[in-house]
């Protein structure tokens, strides 16, 4: 089994920057079966969506939606098990619920961190 704990959401001022964090437990061989890692986020009354992607892999690769291309950075510290997503020039339609998510031979999510960007 695997536990993901987001942290390092809040409340920031528009064009302010946050650093979400994701942090992995588990069993080693769960830890290892996964292969994808992402973060998703979800706004009062809409779809939850897909903002980050990373592949664990030596090199990695990441992929975004269009709508955070530039402003955000998917990355990973794999001696710590975690996952960091670094926003940058943050807009108030950026609000929402963040969640990570990991995929491998099953689907896991985290709880959930708050980011309110407003004046």
């Known amino acids: 089994q695997v536990q993901l704990v987001e942290s390092g959401g809040g409340l920031v001022q528009p064009g302010g920057s946050l650093r979400l964090s994701c942090v992995t437990s588990?069993?080693?061989?769960?830890?290892?079966?996964?292969?994808?890692m992402s973060w998703y986020r979800q706004a009062p009354g809409k779809q939850r969506e897909l903002v980050a992607t990373i592949t664990i892999t030596r090199g990695g690769s990441t992929n975004y939606a269009d709508s955070v291309k530039g402003r955000f950075t998917i990355s990973r510290d794999s001696a710590k098990n975690t996952v960091y997503l670094q926003m940058s020039g943050l807009k108030p339609e950026d609000t929402a619920v963040y969640y990570c998510?990991?995929?491998?031979?099953?689907?896991?999510w985290g709880q959930g961190t708050q980011v309110t960007v407003s004046s």
């Open positions: 998510n990991a995929r491998g031979r099953v689907e896991y």
């Open positions: 588990g069993s080693i061989l769960s830890i290892k079966s996964i292969n994808t």
